[in-house]
């Protein structure tokens, strides 16, 4: 198989991704301009964060000299259909470690199908052994049992100190358009890079999509790895779970469904509905302050529900 070039590496991105100002009630009656970084149109098959974070670590695995990538996630995870996306479109193989060995057996669900008809290899492990995959010995272990041994290794998420220096891509090209800039954080890869990319002045607000309160030693961790200490101004807005991972209760539903009729832009329910919610009450509390520019980072399709 012809080995890709690096133009192939970089999957044929289309950065930088627009940014466009909407007018809605909700944030223009506190003076707050609210503004979309439609990420989410930078590559067609791993929109916004997940090329960002994604094609560095590409780059390492061929330069490496690997022929497949092994990666973590949940059922519904969106990091593990953009590796198998990835994996397809530059010929490599793929192996999807996955959280919770129950679902072994069942019918897959449109997410996993999804990675499945991209070729990748599915191995549900234990919830118990995949908490334990930072462990060295343990994510030897698991690597080895998924028959991936030799594979380059992505983290859950695709959040290393590669993948903060593809995310401090897109806190540059936000340098002087917003005050604040928010991003749905994951594993927090994506915060911990933004914040780093952008220019003195501005701060960048992360809205946690898992309950847990885990995030920020996380972030601080990931920016020691990448830059070797704090980079940029960065929080955490706590509390806009919805009570979880992939829940989206009835009001969340009916919210995102009304952004999308007043804006006719879509909203992906996981990660960027929760974002909109958030600010949106943020805004009405003050804690965004009058007058200031407001940027949300979309970061993902409605398809990825």
């Known amino acids: 198989m012809k080995r890709p070039t690096d133009q192939d590496v970089l999957l044929q991105p289309r950065p930088p991704s627009p940014l466009l100002e909407v007018r809605d009630e909700r944030f223009d009656r506190h003076g707050v301009r609210l503004l979309l970084k439609r990420d989410d149109l930078v590559h067609p098959e791993l929109p916004g964060n997940k090329w960002r974070k994604l094609a560095p670590n590409l780059r390492a695995a061929l330069d490496g000299g690997h022929d497949g990538l092994v990666t973590f996630g949940g059922a519904y995870s969106n990091h593990l259909r953009a590796t198998a996306a990835a994996g397809r479109l530059l010929g490599?193989?793929?192996?999807?470690?996955?959280?919770?060995?129950?679902?072994?057996?069942?019918?897959?669900?449109?997410?996993?199908?999804?990675?499945?008809?991209?070729?990748?290899?599915?191995?549900?492990?234990?919830?118990?052994?995949?908490r334990r995959k930072a462990e060295?010995?343990?994510?030897?272990?698991?690597?080895?049992?998924?028959?991936?041994?030799?594979?380059?290794?992505?983290?859950?998420?695709?959040?290393?100190?590669?993948?903060?220096?593809?995310?401090?891509?897109?806190?540059?090209?936000?340098?002087?358009?917003?005050?604040?800039?928010?991003?749905?954080?994951?594993?927090?890869?994506?915060?911990?890079?933004?914040?780093a990319g952008l220019a003195p002045g501005q701060r960048a607000l992360g809205v946690p999509v898992l309950a847990g309160g885990f995030l920020a030693a996380e972030i601080r961790s990931l920016q020691a790895a990448a830059f070797g200490g704090p980079a940029g101004d960065w929080s955490l807005a706590e509390g806009f779970d919805h009570g979880g991972y992939a829940r989206v209760p009835a009001p969340l539903e009916a919210f995102a469904a009304d952004f999308e009729d007043r804006h006719g832009l879509p909203?992906?329910?996981?990660?960027?509905?929760?974002?909109?919610?958030?600010?949106?009450?943020?805004?009405?509390?003050?804690?965004?302050?009058?007058?200031?520019?407001?940027?949300a980072v979309i970061t993902g399709q409605p398809s990825s529900r």
Request: proline share 3%; charged share 15%; with cysteine.
């Open 92 to 130: 490599l193989g793929t192996t999807g470690i996955v959280r919770g060995d129950e679902l072994a057996g069942r019918p897959l669900n449109d997410s996993l199908a999804r990675c499945a008809a991209d070729g990748m290899r599915l191995h549900f492990v234990p919830r118990s052994q995949y």
């Open 136 to 195: 060295p010995q343990e994510l030897a272990r698991l690597v080895e049992a998924a028959g991936a041994g030799g594979a380059y290794v992505v983290p859950e998420g695709g959040s290393n100190a590669l993948a903060l220096l593809g995310c401090a891509g897109l806190g540059r090209e936000l340098r002087g358009a917003a005050d604040v800039v928010a991003v749905a954080c994951g594993t927090g890869g994506t915060l911990a890079g933004l914040a």
């Open 267 to 295: 909203v992906e329910r996981i990660y960027v509905a929760k974002l909109l919610w958030a600010l949106a009450e943020l805004t009405a509390s003050g804690a965004v302050a009058r007058g200031s520019a407001l940027a």
